[in-house]
């Protein structure tokens, strides 16, 4: 007889397939290859029918079926998809399918269902280095087979960008409030903690895509002059990635023997599919992603200070302190995205150690104080 652990352990699990069956639906809706869109509508067709496995076990032993609501991270991993693109979820997904089967593997009921998740994981990694390539139907035909056989991230950089503003900018308003200084002067610190923190965070993420970029160009001038000095070993280097991928050596030696007939054909296949280079991105633009660190930071650096426009003593230290908590409750929540423990497990997992480490650093920073008073 199963326990009320077991039961709520089965329901759990249902509710996680189902979340994973709409999540899948919503992606196919959303992909404009019709191909995936197939790829995505078979992975939620898996899913669905662990979940009929799960309600089917659950019924079996009294429990009760639950109503069904997508998720929060569900909707906003659709909502994500939606507006910015299926691949912009990609790596998050196939982080949650790797912790579904991790999760798996201590059910002794699922011993059947957790190759599958590995399966899904590996398949979404696939997927997500194809369009980050861009190999395009061809790829997209071999995974599909691979599955049939089986059964940023940018979102990452976003939350992470905004959890170092907040943080760091809390630490500092903590210390320099811990000193008893003005709330002027904690006012003054505080902004210029965040624009030392963004500007920062801009100029090193600028000078990491720019030099990105500028051996991106240099390694496709390269590739160019190899291609005149020497074709025939460039289409051997075509026909060897095209073997390594599963096709016959006819059908590898044809298609590379197509491509090299055309220089510029020739030079855009070998940049992607030799480098790993999209020559219509080359590492994205330095000065895009100088401003998104930017304001990403300052976002969650100007949290804490914006009582001390408005507010001065322990009152703007209390509300300081206040938003600062909601800003880590809601940057902990945003994690499960890519993590999916529970949003209560970690917002205040994350609150904790914020809380901590200001405390801290207010302690430190009251201990200066006296001694310079003294």
């Not at 903690?193 to 720019?210: D, H, K, N, R, T």
Request: contains cysteine; aromatic residues 6%; charged residues 20%.
């Amino acid at each position: 007889m199963a326990s009320r652990q077991d039961i709520r352990r089965y329901r759990a699990n249902l509710l996680d397939e189902l979340n994973s069956a709409a999540l899948y639906r919503a992606l196919a809706a959303n992909e404009k290859n019709e191909e995936l869109s197939e790829v995505y509508r078979r992975l939620a067709d898996t899913e669905q029918d662990h979940a009929d496995s799960w309600a089917k076990r659950l019924k079996a032993v009294g429990g009760k079926i639950p109503s069904f609501r997508p998720s929060w991270r569900t909707r906003t991993l659709a909502m994500l998809a939606r507006r910015f693109g299926v691949d912009t979820v990609l790596p998050t997904l196939a982080t949650i399918e790797r912790n579904a089967t991790s999760g798996y593997d201590r059910q002794p009921e699922a011993a059947d269902m957790a190759p599958v998740e590995l399966s899904h994981a590996r398949l979404l990694s696939r997927i997500d280095e194809s369009v980050r390539v861009g190999r395009g139907g061809a790829a997209v035909a071999q995974i599909e087979g691979r599955h049939r056989t089986a059964g940023g991230n940018a979102l990452r950089a976003a939350v992470l960008g905004a959890s170092d503003g907040l943080l760091s900018n809390f630490n500092l308003v903590m210390g320099v409030a811990g000193a008893a200084l003005s709330g002027t002067t904690i006012l003054l610190t505080g902004l210029a903690g965040l624009l030392a923190g963004a500007i920062s965070m801009a100029l090193g993420e600028w000078i990491s895509v720019q030099s990105s970029r500028e051996l991106y160009l240099e390694q496709i001038e390269r590739e160019k002059e190899e291609i005149a000095a020497d074709p025939e070993e460039e289409l051997e280097e075509l026909v060897l990635i095209y073997r390594a991928r599963g096709l016959a050596e006819t059908e590898a030696r044809a298609l590379a023997a197509r491509l090299m007939g055309d220089p510029e054909t020739a030079l855009e296949a070998l940049v992607r599919d030799e480098l790993g280079i999209d020559p219509d991105e080359l590492g994205g633009s330095a000065w895009e992603a100088a401003i998104t660190s930017f304001l990403l930071f300052a976002v969650g650096a100007i949290l804490p200070v914006i009582p001390y426009f408005f507010l001065s003593g322990t009152t703007a230290l209390m509300v300081s302190a206040g938003l600062s908590t909601i800003g880590l409750f809601c940057i902990g929540a945003a994690i499960t995205l890519f993590t999916g423990r529970p949003v209560l497990y970690s917002g205040v997992r994350q609150v904790l150690f914020g809380l901590v480490a200001a405390g801290l650093t207010f302690s430190i920073g009251k201990l200066i104080g006296v001694t310079i008073a003294g």
